[in-house]
């Protein structure tokens, strides 16, 4: 089962750390690879259109005055992290306080968005990805030779293109009727 302490203890073994099994007590490479964890996940989710990381909901108009020139405001879901797309298809909206969109369109609303999935839920594919990101991003004040910083973010790069491929496969080309 994947976990955050194994994807931890993943991305410290390609800095030459042993391996880990818990996150309590650890020493300050663990516990910096435990905060770069928390700070890269949402991120980098967020920075690809990942299909393990898709939903679609839809908003809930909210009751309350309006600012103008916008007539509707609608609640954006919690935990997302990037639009992908709103419905109905109009471009006449904005996010605003990081939690509505304001509209000149009445609903219903539904928003495709990304959201960070549980742990357990990243598929393999992002995980091998995300181990080299986490690695990449430690390894400039772990590595004992300056050039282990660009190997690790080649890699990083690749793994990253692997798991882009991987991943668009779960969203298949449109085809018209």
């Not at 991003?137 to 190997?151: F, V």
Request: hydrophobic share 45%; net charge negative; glycine share 2%.
């Amino acid at each position: 089962m994947i976990t955050k302490t194994s994807i931890i203890s993943n991305a410290l073994a390609q800095l030459g750390h042993a391996p880990v099994v818990s996150l309590i007590n650890q020493d300050e490479l663990v516990v910096a690879a435990e905060q770069a964890f928390d700070m890269l996940l949402p991120s980098k989710l967020a920075e690809g259109n990942w299909r393990f990381a898709t939903k679609i909901e839809q908003l809930s108009q909210l009751v309350e005055v309006v600012p103008p020139p916008y007539k509707y405001a609608f609640q954006l879901p919690s935990g997302w992290l990037k639009v992908l797309k709103v419905y109905p298809n109009v471009y006449d909206w904005n996010i605003f306080n990081n939690d509505r969109i304001y509209t000149f369109q009445q609903g219903p609303w539904w928003m495709e968005f990304i959201f960070q999935p549980d742990v357990s839920r990243l598929p393999a594919h992002f995980v091998n990805y995300f181990v080299y990101e986490i690695a990449a991003y430690l390894c400039l004040s772990n590595a004992e030779k300056t050039d282990y910083y660009q190997a690790i973010k080649a890699e990083a790069i690749r793994q990253q293109g692997m798991a882009l491929a991987v991943d668009c496969q779960n969203h298949p080309e449109k085809h018209e009727a």
